[in-house]
């Protein structure tokens, strides 16, 4: 039982950023005062170390960088390597398997072990390794690594142990797979070639056993030598030297000829009769030209040769295209008979490989299908129908059909939701796919029992928003929605405005869902946000839009204070935001090249427009440009179905809409928000010399020298009090700035961003500690002036476009070298930057100006004191603070508030929390006529870093819902008995506590600390220092286990959860170092204990850090591995098996064991056992397992076959008894005959 008493308000009062206490709003600064006494909490939290483990679940989309591929035939499951040494595992939907080998090296080849759920791996690092697919996560048993060759090939004939291996060097090398060690039997290159030859044949390239002898080896060497071994003689059969270089080759299924593909574009045909020169060449592509020259032709990189009994044999290639062609995408070429198709590829083909009938090369194959993986695709085409149609993918392949920007993630929706958006997705489905099923069925999966509805939404750089049933950690496309449809096609400009147009102006930034009202708000990258509500009927409407001019008329610049115990001063002055409703000027209005002034960047169709059932755009609100800058871009967002109201911010201000009334409430700056109750002093600059208009946070001068001029404070200017104590002094000497938005000290040459800004410049060099600037060690020496005072540089040069193309969260990749120097501190700038799609401008953004050196005076920063004790950080002096998050709620927003009102809680990036109350109308024909009246109350919370989070409790510990509007559909049908008015359901603070007292708990967490705070006196109940290392991305108010908890996901790759209301760390692990951007943006907590990010490009990796769910993950994953009988070869027939050779005879065991060919050198090759640790030994065990059930099945089996010899042996002997029995009856019935009585 956990006692919560409470704590007074006015023991920190006069410290603003106080630890442990808030400033009061509504006394003096400076003055302490005691808030009314709350009775004592009583919460029993059920929360404890033991209910947390952190586990990835599931991967979904498009294995990142393909390498390699295989196929079962018999189990009919794929596996795809790919460059990151990830493999997946693909059966029927639903099983989906992710491995990853621990080196990391890339996956060169595949080769299952057919129907024996196994697979062997070649990697870039020379190694293979074996994994066991008898289990739901497979695991490497054995690996091999080899230390003086590369591998450059493999081939695993069917139904054997023996896995030939070759070589860079020329040779081959022959591995036991079952103990995985190299036997002493190799082919050496200079013996497979001829003694004459004075040239290195070069890498192996093609390893295959001839069809109608099993001990016949065909090699095919890069050069375009042949070679066919005969492996029991030890010989040579034959050698083919070709001109051209060989890449592949394919037998036919008698194997009395073979085809090989070559670097000319050519296709060879060879008869094992004649092997002097091939009897058919071919150039598919090849035309002969004028003058009687065959066209050059690009490689043939493989080629497969596969028969049919009811027509001719099909002769599937990649490549062969003739180079003049420029332009033309990747081709896959269908040769059956005289019919050549050639098939378009969008993406390059990495591989390909036939899907046959029979998993025996000595049979008609029977093709059926072609797998072909490309870079960015998996298509399966259909062979069994003329026009080689394609088969629908049942997998979410295309989650990267456009960049992934933003996601979302929403555990245990209403249950109705799914089946709505899959019946309107399923109408705008593609058609033209093959009738036939997709053949990748192997596997078993079946739906779990403790299964509850999810939804993921992806949003894109084109401007689509994807939803996903995410439900039983299966992945389906529901529903797809493309917001660029609200506005009117981009006009293509010429000149300096091409510049200033965004190539993906559409891209999305963030969305807010409420799936209970089934109300969708987008925010996208050109400052413009999008309202959609959901109808089930098409319906004609018009899309309402709202203008806001949301720059401030002056710099809110943070300046130290004279008196430290009165931080709530602050000059007044007017700093609000302008806001224009309906503003009649258009992107297409007239005005100077580079100077646009209030106009949005985007044009909404004024026109009646048809849009079908699903999402429907009701309201667009869009950004102004100010004085030639565009729009600053929106930070946070909240929206709110049961008030009706909207609210966004950015690094300007704050601005709420009224979306039932399409009016704007509220258009402040952030500094206007905090009323008389600022914890900083902030000064005004004195005015520029050289601009060109009075308002506006940033100037675009066109004269290069008025830059130089413009007018900046000195850094002798700042003074630092001499009284305080030596580490508080070099502490505000020292670059430490606890902010997310750095505007005057980036460093690097100049260049222009983009929105959100390209990290390619800036983050070069990260703190190889992912710290906060508020965690960089201070320099410990005074600020001394460098140069004299001067002018300080404009923020933006007159040539820097202000947009570029979009940066998806897909591609935001960036390295993290370890540095003590400040460039950590301006790659921490830079990269909160691009996580928080915020465009900042600085003095080093010229094209046209010389490198400006930027020295530690001009960083000028100001301090302030978080506490009594000497624990001091500084805010840079030209820092804008951003509104980072945003939360409505029912809440308190002055301390003698006797019951709880609508507010909005407000998060800035100097760690302020601030309450705003408001009123709204309750009676519905009110809510639509009488405005919504709010203001800012005072209420100012502090707390060390950016504000990330807001949750509430009430008094038991409960998680209290925002209200919502239930769900109505405004399309319907006439319809007598339908509900018109709104249905709101609220979660009041007060409705369950009538035995707890009043008031609520407020849960805060920034970026370094969380705070658990009671309403409405506002005392802080609990404080934890979540880090002081790193800096936290992401923060949750999450549901785990029919309790809360606060879920954080840090820069350095720690995931924690802490329990609420009394923070204690319950899980603290290092799963994921930040090594992209792309994983900051897009990471993301949901109920349940889970969270996803896009793990690549192409990859949504679904994690769960719940003990609950880690121990029920088994019985939710597929099977990879069913029982399934190896079906029996056809039967060859006497004349057949007697002339068709004696492969059946050709026993390996006996050729390849230790007794006949000894033991491998031990320094060619490093047998390694499984992997280590307790999940290694595990998998050990799993392997052990495994091992010893194969054993016992072999031995069960050998007992079997000695049993039935025993049989036949006792068969034979009756058979002889009764012969000898019979003979010598007859000799006594014959032998006193005469040989005339016979």
């Not at 022959?174 to 497979?192: D, P």
């Not at 050779?1141 to 006996?1150: A, I, L, P, T, V």
């Amino acid at each position: 039982m956990k006692k919560f008493r409470k704590v007074l308000d006015g023991l920190t009062t006069s410290s603003p950023g106080g630890t442990m206490g808030s400033p009061s709003s509504g006394s003096a600064a400076g003055t302490p005062t005691a808030a009314p006494t709350p009775k004592e909490i009583d919460i029993q939290e059920t929360l404890v170390s033991e209910n947390f483990q952190m586990c990835k679940t599931v991967r979904h989309g498009f294995p990142y960088q393909p390498t390699a591929l295989a196929f079962d035939p018999v189990q009919k499951i794929l596996a795809i390597g790919s460059r990151t040494g990830g493999v997946r595992i693909l059966g029927r939907p639903g099983v989906d398997c992710y491995c990853q080998h621990e080196s990391g090296s890339a996956v060169l080849q595949l080769q299952f072990l057919i129907n024996e759920g196994a697979l062997v791996t070649a990697c870039a690092d020379d190694t293979l390794h074996l994994w066991n697919l008898r289990q739901r996560r497979p695991a490497v048993l054995h690996s091999l690594k080899f230390n003086r060759e590369r591998i450059t090939f493999c081939h695993l004939p069917f139904q054997s142990k023996w896995l030939y291996v070759g070589t860079e060097r020329g040779n081959t090398h022959i591995v036991n797979i079952e103990s995985f060690i190299l036997s002493g039997y190799v082919i050496m290159w200079n013996k497979a070639i001829e003694l004459s030859t004075k040239t290195h044949p070069g890498p192996v390239v093609h390893l295959s056993d001839c069809p109608k002898d099993e001990g016949k080896l065909l090699i095919g060497f890069e050069s375009g030598m042949i070679v066919q071994w005969d492996l029991r003689g030890k010989k040579a059969d034959f050698r083919i030297c070709y001109d051209e270089a060989i890449h592949s080759a394919g037998w036919h299924h008698e194997g009395k000829q073979f085809m090989c593909s070559h670097s000319d574009g050519s296709l060879s045909m060879w008869n094992l009769r004649n092997t002097l020169k091939p009897f058919q060449v071919t150039f598919p592509h090849g035309k002969i030209q004028k003058d009687g020259r065959k066209e050059s032709c690009k490689p043939i990189l493989k080629v497969e040769y596969k028969t049919s009994r009811s027509s001719e044999p099909f002769v599937i290639f990649s490549g062969g295209l003739s180079y003049d062609k420029a332009g033309r995408r990747p081709t896959l070429t269908i040769m059956h008979g005289k019919a050549i198709t050639v098939l378009e590829m969008d993406y390059p083909i990495v591989e390909f490989m036939a899907l046959c009938e029979t998993p025996y090369n000595n049979e008609v194959q029977e093709p059926y299908a072609v797998v072909v993986l490309l870079e960015k695709d998996l298509i399966v085409v259909d062979l069994t129908q003329s026009n080689y149609p394609v088969c629908e993918n049942p997998y979410p392949m295309d989650i990267h059909e456009s960049p992934v920007t933003c996601t979302a993630y929403f555990a245990d929706c209403p249950p109705n939701l799914i089946p709505i958006l899959y019946s309107i997705g399923a109408k705008h489905k593609k058609t033209g796919y093959s009738q036939k099923e997709w053949p990748i069925a192997g596997g078993l999966w079946t739906l779990g029992c403790n299964t509850y509805p999810e939804i993921i939404l992806t949003g894109h750089a084109d401007g689509s928003i994807k939803f996903w049933d995410a439900s039983a950690i299966t992945l389906q496309m529901l529903y797809k929605l493309k917001t660029s449809k609200a506005f009117e096609k981009p006009k293509p400009v010429e000149g300096r405005a091409a510049d200033l147009m965004e190539e993906d102006p559409f891209a999305v930034q963030m969305v807010s869902w409420c799936p209970q009202s089934r109300i969708l708000c987008v925010v996208g990258i050109s400052a413009h946000i999008i309202l959609y509500r959901f109808s089930k009927y098409d319906a004609n409407t018009q899309i309402t839009s709202l203008e806001v001019r949301l720059q401030c008329e002056s710099e809110d610049v943070i300046s130290p204070s004279d008196n430290e115990n009165n931080p709530c001063f602050s000059e007044s002055g007017s700093h609000s935001p302008q806001t224009h409703h309906h503003h009649p000027a258009s992107p297409g209005s007239k005005t100077p090249e580079g100077n646009k002034d209030t106009i949005p960047c985007l044009k909404v169709k004024e026109r009646m427009v048809r849009v079908p059932p699903g999402y429907q755009a009701e309201l667009v609100i869009q950004l102004l440009w100010v004085d030639g800058e565009p729009p600053q871009q929106i930070t946070s967002l909240d929206i709110n179905s049961a008030y009706g109201l909207l609210a966004f911010g950015n690094c300007n201000g704050l601005a709420v809409v009224d979306y039932l009334q399409k009016t704007i409430l509220l258009c402040m700056s952030t500094l206007d928000l905090y009323g008389g109750a600022d914890p900083y002093q902030r000064l005004t600059r004195s005015p520029r010399r050289n601009r060109q208009s009075t308002s506006g946070l940033t100037e675009l001068s066109d004269n290069q020298q008025s830059i130089d001029m413009e007018r900046s404070k000195s850094p002798t200017s700042v003074h630092y009090p001499t009284s305080l104590p030596e580490p508080v002094a070099s502490l505000r000497a020292s670059h430490c700035s606890p902010v997310f938005y750095l505007l005057d000290n980036v460093k690097g040459p100049g260049r222009k961003l983009s929105l959100p800004t390209d990290l390619k410049t800036d983050l070069d060099h990260v703190n190889g500690h992912c710290t906060s600037p508020t965690s960089q060690p201070s320099a410990g020496k005074p600020r001394v002036p460098m140069v004299p005072e001067g002018p300080r540089l404009t923020r933006r040069g007159p040539g820097r476009p202000p947009f570029r193309k979009a940066q998806s969260a897909a591609c935001m990749e960036i390295s993290l070298p370890v540095s003590h120097t400040e460039v950590g501190y301006a790659s921490r700038r830079a990269m909160l930057q691009q996580f928080h799609g915020v465009t900042m401008y600085s003095h080093d953004e010229h094209h046209s100006t010389p490198p400006y050196s930027w020295t530690d005076k001009e960083s000028r920063e100001n301090s302030f004191s978080r506490s009594r004790s000497s624990s001091v950080s500084s805010i840079d002096r030209d820092t804008k603070e951003a509104i980072t998050t945003l939360q409505f709620g029912e809440s308190y927003g002055r301390k003698n508030d006797a019951l709880p009102n609508p507010c909005l809680w407000v998060g800035t990036s100097l760690g302020v929390a601030l309450v705003i109350p408001m009123s709204i109308p309750t009676d519905h024909e009110e809510r639509m006529e009488v405005p919504v009246t709010m203001g800012p109350s005072g209420t100012v919370l502090m707390l060390k870093g950016s504000v990330l989070r807001f949750g509430f409790l009430d008094c038991m510990g409960s998680l209290i819902q925002s209200p919502y509007e239930v769900w109505r559909d405004l399309n319907g049908p006439e319809d007598p008995d339908r509900v018109r008015k709104r249905k709101l359901v609220h979660f009041s603070p007060s409705s369950s506590q009538d035995s707890c007292g009043e008031g609520h708990l407020a849960v805060v967490c920034s970026e370094r600390q969380a705070k658990v705070i009671l309403m409405p006196s506002q005392s802080v109940l609990f404080v934890h220092n979540i880090t002081e290392s790193s800096f936290v991305l992401r923060a949750d108010v999450v549901s785990v286990s029919n309790s809360v908890c606060l879920a954080c996901f840090c820069a350095n790759g720690h995931i924690m959860t802490l329990s609420l209301p009394s923070l204690r760390p319950l899980m603290d692990v290092n799963y994921l170092p930040l090594t992209d951007m792309r994983i900051a943006r897009t990471f993301c907590f949901t109920n349940g204990g889970q969270a996803l990010y896009l793990s690549s490009p192409t990859e949504i990796q679904r994690i769960t850090y719940s003990q609950e769910m880690c121990d029920n993950l088994q019985e939710m994953l597929g099977e990879l591995f069913t029982p399934i009988e190896t079906p029996e070869a056809q039967n060859r027939g006497f004349l057949k098996g007697f002339f068709g050779g004696n492969s059946h005879n050709f026993d390996r065991e006996e050729l390849f064991g230790e007794a006949s060919a000894g033991k491998a050198s031990r320094s060619l090759a490093q047998h390694i056992p499984g992997q280590a640790g307790m999940e290694g030994m595990k998998v050990a065990a799993s392997g052990v397992v495994g091992d010893l059930a194969r054993a016992r099945i072999a031995l069960d089996e050998r007992g079997q076959r000695l049993g039935e010899l025993e049989d036949r042996t006792a068969l034979m002997m009756t058979s002889a008894d009764v012969f000898s029995k019979h003979a010598h009856e007859l000799m006594l019935k014959c032998k006193d005959k005469k040989w005339y009585q016979f």
